[in-house]
T-cell receptor
Framework: DSGVTQTPKHLITATGQRVTLRCSPR?????VYWYQQSLDQGLQFLIQ???????AKGNILERFSAQQFPDLHSELNLSSLELGDSALYFC?????????????FGPGTRLTVT | GQSLEQPSEVTAVEGAIVQINCTYQ??????LSWYQQHDGGAPTFLSY??LDGLEETGRFSSFLSRSDSYGYLLLQELQMKDSASYFC???????????WGAGTKLIIKP
């Protein structure tokens, strides 16, 4: 158990809909990252937050948005969903200091768009 | 563009040693990470190399050559539980954003 929690574990929805994925980082970690992993693919970095502020943006679609709240939990919002958005969505957090290059991943949310 | 190359699949025998290579071409480089992911699971951190050389952690070691834009993960005394996908990832800048390789599926035979 990494200490990172994600909800829900599974989500099935229809095209055109909007969903929100939630992530709670490990206690004390200020950085949160969101990744998308399609079937048998590597991880695509979407976005990073540090202490409530957006730090870096990757290949995140305009239909997707995220935020990190004062209590450091983060939400990833996916709208106007398409079949191709079906994937595993991971959240990770990392500590400050000496081990800041280690990212700890949550169990993921499996999104299926039908 | 940014690219990381690693073999898609490697097969080895239980108890043996296996090396998984990673070459990268990125516009910036701070360090190279390795992660393990079992089927259906989340990636777990294995190692991070910022400087040239070999770092050992138990049965796993990771090597980096910055001049060759190359690194490898070495797994010794292979166990069946090591069957998983292994990803290399480059940290490119002062943020901690990672660019990921496509992963190497390690198959271990008894």
């Amino acid at each position: 158990d990494s200490g990172v929690t994600q909800t829900p574990k599974h989500l099935i929805t229809a095209t055109g809909q909007r969903v929100t994925l939630r992530c709670s980082p490990r206690s004390g970690d200020l950085s949160v990252y969101w990744y998308q992993q399609s079937l048998d693919q590597g991880l695509q970095f979407l976005i990073q937050y540090y202490n409530g502020e957006e730090r870096a943006k990757g290949n995140i679609l305009e239909r997707f948005s995220a935020q990190q709240f004062p209590d450091l939990h983060s939400e990833l919002n996916l709208s106007s969903l398409e079949l191709g958005d079906s994937a595993l969505y991971f959240c990770a957090s990392s500590p400050s200091g000496r081990t800041h290059n280690e990212q700890y991943f949550g169990p993921g949310t499996r999104l299926t768009v039908t | 563009g940014q690219s990381l190359e690693q073999p898609s699949e490697v097969t080895a025998v239980e108890g043996a040693i296996v090396q998984i290579n990673c070459t990268y071409q990125t516009s910036g480089f701070y360090g190279l990470s390795w992660y393990q992911q079992h089927d259906g699971g989340a990636p777990t951190f294995l190692s991070y190399n910022a400087l040239d050389g070999l770092e050992e952690t138990g049965r796993f070691s990771s090597f980096l050559s910055r001049s060759d834009s190359y690194g490898y993960l070495l797994l010794q005394e292979l166990q069946m539980k090591d069957s998983a996908s292994y990803f290399c990832a480059v940290r490119m800048d002062s943020n901690y954003q990672l660019i990921w390789g496509a992963g190497t599926k390690l198959i271990i035979k008894p």
